[in-house]
């Protein structure tokens, strides 16, 4: 029900900005808290960011922190990671997710997360 995009190949440096939207209209207006979560090659998904549901709040793991960038655009039908100054070791399926309780702090979970897209990869060569 939601769908991720705006992966691709970058150079170390470069910037890059992913996309999330629903499926059914108004679907994003419902999430208490929706994140950004990354997998890559043969480690565990970790958490990237999280927007509470006035866009209000906003979070990031430390290894992103000042880098990437997570909002709503102003109807709230979409979410989205801008990524600048990207590093190779940001190489990975990048996977938005949403949850209907969880507040936002807390949407580093995964395990909370109750709703998920098809990842975007992004390739990132030093």
């Known amino acids: 029900q939601l769908q991720a995009s705006g992966g691709g190949l970058a150079q170390a440096g470069d910037s890059l900005r992913l996309s999330c939207s629903a499926l059914?209209?108004?679907?994003?207006?419902?999430?208490?808290?929706m994140g950004w979560f990354r997998q890559a090659d043969g480690k565990e998904r970790e958490f990237v960011s999280a927007?509470?549901?006035?866009?209000?709040?906003?979070y990031y793991a430390d290894a992103v922190k000042g880098r990437f960038t997570i909002s709503y655009d102003n109807a709230k039908t979409t979410v989205y990671l801008q990524m600048n100054s990207l590093k190779s070791e940001d190489t990975a399926v990048y996977y938005c997710a949403a949850t209907t309780f969880l507040p936002a702090r807390l949407c580093y979970d995964y395990n909370g997360m109750g709703y998920w897209g098809k990842g975007t990869l992004v390739t990132v060569s030093s």
């Open positions: 927007i509470s549901w006035t866009g209000s709040s906003t």
């Open positions: 059914r209209s108004g679907f994003i207006r419902s999430f208490a808290g």
